[in-house]
């Protein structure tokens, strides 16, 4: 049987629309690439070459819970709405208009580390809520929970060591993300899917097991003792993460030297190398203070003095945060007797980390509703986030409408010009294409 030629045709990268090219006359002048935000024209007959630089743009951050993703992931993949009983049409017109939106350039909804770890746990559903969410993504992932609160720190750190009120703003929303927000979206996207090993997707469920039961002692805790001011609880939660920093960072010494007394450094070395975060913390927090000059034997003392400084429990991530704990703590003590479910913890990373550079939140009815309630209702309105949740997704559809009606035409237009008119047709068959990819790849 004779071998198939293959033979490389480098028309195939060039994609409509096709216009009329200026140095041939034939209607083959189209895209080949919009790279940093500089859209490539190339003609298909004579090979000619125009560039335009794109005008800068301004898109919506979003973030969508996994709760949401999980909803649209269910009408799209046709395995997955056959299991599903019951249907809901109005998460296929979100995704319609959530999809629509992003192709116009007017939004971005990134991943995160909770999206993939979460995703995760649906092993058989894994590679759907995966295509979709980096679909949504555009090429942008929100950072590590403790990396925006490490921002924030570094920035609490200066203005206490020069004895100066921290400036938040200088904390943008390009600093929480690793992508670029406000880039024009390629026609392109390679992505590369690691996997996961089973004990690691083993050792994640563990964690999260081990992190709802102290969870639920610590809502045993609350509702036992009954009433205490919220002042009260904010104030014991927002110096937890001195207290768990300091205290990690003791511990984990005391053992590494237990652990590693007569042993090599070769041991000692890979013991260093994966402390836990809050070990790390201190550590970056020493390390900056010897760089400013503050002697070794006072360098623990003055991270401890930092940490628990003004400065410090004020940074956004830590006082949402704390602010969202004793809102729960004040519900146990009220008498609720239903234990948040176990992503709680995921949930008050998210929200308390990503919230003050959000322009929308899409979360759990339980977390709109708290984020409701006083003092955090005035804390959020700080940052101007709108808030929204299964209780109020009429009003998520009336907030995406309002978006694309804010559209400046000229702004369509160009999209049209770029993409093509089709480019902002839903991508409803997404995910049978995944499922038909996969099937063509095991066979």
């Given at each position: 049987?004779?071998?198939?030629?293959?033979?490389?045709?480098?028309?195939?990268?060039?994609?409509?629309?096709l216009h009329p090219c200026p140095q041939c006359g034939s209607v083959e002048l189209g895209t080949l690439s919009i790279t940093n935000n500089v859209h490539t024209r190339r003609c298909r007959n004579c090979f000619h070459d125009e560039r335009e630089r794109l005008?800068?743009?301004?898109?919506?951050?979003?973030?969508?819970?996994?709760?949401v993703l999980s909803n649209i992931a269910k009408e799209l993949d046709p395995v997955w709405r056959e299991e599903t009983r019951h249907r809901d049409e109005y998460w296929m017109e979100a995704f319609d208009r959530i999809d629509r939106l992003i192709k116009l350039q007017l939004i971005v909804c990134p991943d995160s580390p909770i999206h993939e770890i979460e995703s995760s746990y649906l092993e058989q559903h894994e590679a759907e809520l995966r295509r979709l969410y980096k679909h949504l993504a555009s090429g942008?992932?929100?950072?590590?929970?403790?990396?925006?609160?490490?921002?924030?720190?570094?920035?609490?750190?200066?203005?206490?060591?020069?004895?100066?009120?921290?400036?938040?703003?200088?904390?943008?929303?390009?600093?929480?993300?690793r992508g670029d927000l406000d880039r024009w979206s390629e026609r392109w996207r390679v992505t590369v899917n690691m996997g996961y090993w089973l004990d690691q997707i083993d050792s994640r469920r563990e964690s999260r097991d081990r992190a709802h039961e102290k969870f639920q002692q610590l809502w045993e805790r609350w509702a036992s003792e009954g009433h205490v001011s919220f002042e009260a609880r904010f104030e014991e939660e927002r110096r937890g993460v001195?207290?768990?920093?300091?205290?990690?960072?003791?511990?984990?010494?005391?053992?590494?030297?237990?652990?590693?007394?007569?042993?090599?450094?070769?041991?000692?070395?890979?013991?260093?190398?994966?402390?836990?975060?809050?070990?790390?913390?201190?550590?970056?927090?020493?390390?900056?203070?010897?760089?400013?000059?503050?002697?070794?034997?006072?360098?623990?003392?003055?991270?401890?003095?930092?940490?628990?400084s003004e400065e410090a429990l004020s940074a956004p991530e830590n006082h949402l945060g704390a602010l969202l704990f004793a809102g729960l703590a004040r519900r146990a003590a009220s008498g609720q007797k239903r234990v948040p479910s176990r992503g709680t913890p995921n949930d008050i990373r998210f929200v308390a980390a990503y919230l003050p550079?959000?322009?929308?939140?899409?979360?759990?009815?339980?977390?709109?509703?708290?984020?409701?309630?006083e003092p955090l209702a005035t804390a959020?309105?700080?940052?101007?986030?709108?808030?929204?949740?299964?209780?109020?997704?009429?009003?998520?559809?009336?907030?995406?409408?309002?978006?694309?009606?804010?559209?400046?035409?000229?702004?369509?237009?160009?999209?049209?010009?770029?993409?093509?008119e089709t480019w902002t047709e839903p991508y409803r068959s997404m995910l049978e294409h995944e499922r038909s990819k996969r099937a063509c790849d095991r066979s």
């Amino acid at each position: 049987m004779p071998e198939e030629l293959f033979v490389f045709d480098p028309k195939m990268f060039i994609t409509g629309p096709l216009h009329p090219c200026p140095q041939c006359g034939s209607v083959e002048l189209g895209t080949l690439s919009i790279t940093n935000n500089v859209h490539t024209r190339r003609c298909r007959n004579c090979f000619h070459d125009e560039r335009e630089r794109l005008p800068p743009l301004d898109k919506k951050l979003i973030y969508l819970d996994q709760m949401v993703l999980s909803n649209i992931a269910k009408e799209l993949d046709p395995v997955w709405r056959e299991e599903t009983r019951h249907r809901d049409e109005y998460w296929m017109e979100a995704f319609d208009r959530i999809d629509r939106l992003i192709k116009l350039q007017l939004i971005v909804c990134p991943d995160s580390p909770i999206h993939e770890i979460e995703s995760s746990y649906l092993e058989q559903h894994e590679a759907e809520l995966r295509r979709l969410y980096k679909h949504l993504a555009s090429g942008v992932r929100l950072r590590f929970h403790h990396e925006v609160l490490m921002a924030q720190l570094s920035e609490a750190l200066e203005a206490w060591l020069t004895d100066r009120d921290p400036d938040w703003s200088r904390i943008a929303r390009e600093h929480v993300v690793r992508g670029d927000l406000d880039r024009w979206s390629e026609r392109w996207r390679v992505t590369v899917n690691m996997g996961y090993w089973l004990d690691q997707i083993d050792s994640r469920r563990e964690s999260r097991d081990r992190a709802h039961e102290k969870f639920q002692q610590l809502w045993e805790r609350w509702a036992s003792e009954g009433h205490v001011s919220f002042e009260a609880r904010f104030e014991e939660e927002r110096r937890g993460v001195a207290v768990a920093a300091l205290q990690s960072f003791k511990t984990h010494f005391e053992r590494l030297h237990e652990a590693t007394t007569g042993t090599g450094a070769g041991a000692v070395l890979m013991q260093l190398m994966q402390p836990a975060w809050p070990v790390r913390l201190v550590s970056w927090l020493l390390n900056r203070l010897e760089e400013r000059g503050v002697a070794r034997e006072d360098q623990l003392q003055r991270a401890a003095d930092f940490l628990n400084s003004e400065e410090a429990l004020s940074a956004p991530e830590n006082h949402l945060g704390a602010l969202l704990f004793a809102g729960l703590a004040r519900r146990a003590a009220s008498g609720q007797k239903r234990v948040p479910s176990r992503g709680t913890p995921n949930d008050i990373r998210f929200v308390a980390a990503y919230l003050p550079y959000c322009h929308a939140m899409f979360i759990d009815n339980e977390f709109a509703q708290l984020l409701k309630e006083e003092p955090l209702a005035t804390a959020v309105k700080d940052y101007s986030t709108e808030i929204f949740s299964a209780s109020s997704r009429d009003g998520f559809l009336d907030y995406l409408a309002r978006l694309e009606a804010e559209a400046e035409p000229s702004h369509v237009d160009l999209v049209d010009r770029t993409y093509g008119e089709t480019w902002t047709e839903p991508y409803r068959s997404m995910l049978e294409h995944e499922r038909s990819k996969r099937a063509c790849d095991r066979s």
